[in-house]
């Protein structure tokens, strides 16, 4: 089971600085190596952890606020700005179709994978943070600022989580549970399904017409 993230309590919705220079493999790569005070590696960074107990990792992501001080958010947001520059009169709605589709195809990776508990923590940190890219990038090209988790963007409307409650730690633990959730549910499908398929003995059937022939 996931561990819950500590939040961090920066001011919220400040934009990035334009003279970052780092970026957020440098950050996630510090964390690993900070040791065992993962608390205090928090504190100092700006980042939030889950622990995989079926792994025995420590999976490190950031708050949406430090995502934006990395040299990476800008490229993410050009990036996701570009895949909807061709519908830029009806951006909103395009970015919420986005999402839904998005959230789909990881969720259907997810129950097809060999180890959901490997799978999360490979995908769960690009997941999050393209989605927080998406949203700026909306509120960029509508001319709002950028969201800062006080009011719901219309993009959010339908989506299953709360994006921005505790600095994004809300997010990443939802979404985890439910990764791991998608593929036991596969799994469990699966196990009916071929239960359903297995060949009947003829004891079992001889059995059955005993029975069907008493009534």
Do not use: C
């Not at 993230?5 to 970026?23: D, F, K, L, N």
């Not at 100092?44 to 708050?63: D, K, Y």
């Not at 997010?171 to 499908?189: E, G, K, P, Q, S």
């Amino acid at each position: 089971m996931a561990g819950e993230p500590t939040a961090q309590r920066e001011q919220p919705g400040i934009p990035m600085s334009t003279t970052s220079t780092i970026s957020l493999s440098e950050l996630l790569s510090g964390a690993d190596a900070a040791g065992h005070d993962h608390a205090l590696t928090e504190k100092n960074s700006g980042l939030q952890h889950i622990h995989n107990h079926a792994t025995g990792a420590i999976v490190w992501f950031p708050t949406w606020q430090k995502f934006r001080e990395t040299t990476d958010w800008r490229d993410a947001v050009d990036g996701v700005a570009e895949d909807f520059r061709s519908h830029i009169e009806e951006v909103e709605e395009w970015a919420a179709t986005f999402l839904a589709q998005d959230l789909a195809i990881l969720l259907e990776r997810a129950a097809a994978s060999g180890d959901a508990n490997v799978f999360v923590q490979e995908n769960l940190t690009h997941h999050l943070t393209r989605t927080w890219a998406l949203a700026d990038a909306v509120a960029e090209a509508t001319g709002k600022d950028l969201p800062n988790g006080g009011t719901k963007q219309s993009i959010f409307a339908d989506y299953p989580y709360d994006v921005y409650a505790q600095d994004g730690g809300a997010f990443a633990t939802a979404l985890w549970n439910d990764v791991i959730d998608a593929r036991r549910n596969h799994a469990l499908a699966d196990e009916a399904a071929r239960k359903a398929l297995k060949p009947v003995s003829r004891k079992a059937l001889k059995n059955a017409a005993r029975k069907a022939a008493r009534r």
